[in-house]
């Protein structure tokens, strides 16, 4: 078992920068991959970023990638997401999540990969 708790989130204007953690507990993090994804209101919960358990390989979405970096700190136990140049319409609750090995960006990105999720933080960019 994994606990996730995410932590950073806040209100941010246009162009700003925010830096999400998601410290874990329990089981040995640096055996999992770890993604952030976000939902907006009305919206279905989508992938932003992810991390393969060395921190050697990363993955972003379109939306994001430039703006955002994923990182690790096995020592930790925490993973992070750099967000900077933030948009409007990165407005959302963030979530980190937990997850077996994955290979590609297909498999990683999916939500269906992760076993383990915080209860997410809320990130608002005002314009």
């Known amino acids: 078992q994994v606990q996730l708790v995410e932590s950073g989130g806040g209100l941010v204007q246009a162009g700003g920068s925010l830096r999400l953690s998601c410290a874990a507990s329990?089981?040995?993090?640096?055996?999992?991959?770890m993604g952030w994804f976000r939902q907006a209101p009305g919206k279905e919960r989508e992938f932003v970023a992810a991390i393969t358990w060395s921190g050697s390989t990363t993955y972003y979405a379109d939306s994001v990638k430039g703006r955002f970096t994923i990182s690790r700190d096995n020592a930790k136990n925490t993973a992070y997401l750099q967000m900077n140049s933030l948009k409007p319409e990165d407005t959302a609750v963030y979530y980190c999540?937990?997850?077996?090995?994955?290979?590609?960006?297909?498999?990683?990105?999916?939500?269906?990969?992760?076993?383990?999720w915080g209860p997410g933080t809320q990130v608002t960019v005002s314009s």
């Open positions: 329990g089981r040995t993090f640096r055996s999992y991959s």
């Open positions: 999540a937990a997850g077996g090995y994955s290979s590609t960006y297909s498999t990683i990105s999916s939500y269906s990969t992760y076993m383990y």
